[in-house]
């Protein structure tokens, strides 16, 4: 399949996207449409699940669909910022320094095990994440348009590791978990590999202005103001809520905002709903909520505490 043409219907680029995506991840219709949720409203997305499940697979498997630059960086303990950031490279010859770009400048940044990095090294990308530059040795660099950080991490395996900060949790739209294949689709899964990987099926069908595009339809996209009434007494509830300690900050507000807004344009609609605001608020919310130590320990978690936000907090007007 080639390239859209130049100048595609956004609609058309989201459907050849999920058509090279599920390629390659079968029978989680829901994970692609998070993800495409997070790219087309211009945030980030945190994928935490166990190994083998296919969240590296997914990312790069976005990367080949999408005519962009793409980035991989395997996050380890002795990994440093200037490793992601990029440094100044000193030229004998003439004496001068030479800038020389990370992996960063990039249009999507798959940082792979994010919580195997040092808490130093997972801090240089806080203002890439909500700026788009990126200051090194004293100098702001803007990034590439669009761009998007996919990180990975595994929720089991915590030698080695270092949880993710608040601050940076705060930073992705959404975090999803892919969940293990049922039975039937797991057996697809090993069909699907007889002779060589699905990721060699996946072609280019849109570039960086295509979603450039799409990203500025999204925010053209109506909310009433009812709409905003409710999802800020969603996250003003998550403030007051017995279980939590902290509860969702006005950036999170606003992704929440943003991610209904592209739930809305996925679905074919110019306007938002209440559906669009519950269906993204899960993955969008439980990831920014701390728990107190009483209801971590009783087994709380954070995903329910949500769902019963959304089960209390009433719609409005």
């Not at 949720?37 to 990367?63: C, N, Q, R, S």
């Not at 902290?246 to 809305?264: E, K, N, V």
């Amino acid at each position: 399949m080639a390239l859209l043409a130049l100048t595609p219907q956004p609609r058309d680029i989201l459907s050849a996207l999920q058509a090279e995506l599920g390629k390659v991840i079968l029978g989680k219709p829901e994970v692609i449409r998070d993800l495409l949720t997070a790219l087309i409203g211009g945030g980030h997305i945190l994928m935490e699940d166990v190994p083998g499940v296919g969240k590296t697979t997914l990312a790069k498997a976005l990367a080949r669909a999408f005519d962009a630059e793409f980035k991989r960086v395997q996050f380890t303990p002795d990994l440093l910022p200037s490793d992601i950031l990029g440094s100044s490279v000193y030229s004998p010859r003439d004496g001068t320094f030479t800038f020389k770009p990370g992996p960063i400048f990039a249009n999507i940044l798959l940082a792979d095990e994010i919580n195997r990095a040092s808490p130093r090294t997972q801090s240089s990308l806080l203002e890439a994440m909500s700026e788009r530059q990126a200051s090194i040795e004293g100098t702001t660099h803007p990034l590439p348009a669009p761009f998007l950080v996919i990180a990975t991490q595994n929720p089991i395996e915590f030698h080695g590791t270092y949880p993710l900060p608040e601050a940076q949790l705060d930073r992705f739209s959404m975090r999803i978990n892919l969940g293990y294949p049922d039975k039937e689709r797991e057996v697809d899964v090993l069909f699907s590999q007889f002779h060589h990987h699905p990721l060699d099926d996946v072609h280019r069908v849109v570039d960086a202005a295509s979603i450039l595009a799409v990203q500025e339809a999204v925010r053209a996209v109506r909310v009433e103001r009812g709409i905003a009434r409710y999802l800020v007494a969603l996250a003003d509830a998550s403030r007051s809520h017995a279980s939590v300690k902290m509860g969702c900050s006005p950036r999170g507000t606003l992704i929440l905002f943003r991610m209904a807004q592209a739930r809305a344009f996925l679905d074919g609609r110019d306007h938002a709903v209440p559906e669009d605001v519950k269906a993204v608020a899960v993955p969008t919310l439980a990831h920014r909520l701390a728990l107190d130590t009483k209801a971590k320990y009783s087994g709380v978690q954070k995903e329910d505490v949500v769902r019963e936000l959304l089960d209390t907090v009433p719609v409005g007007d």
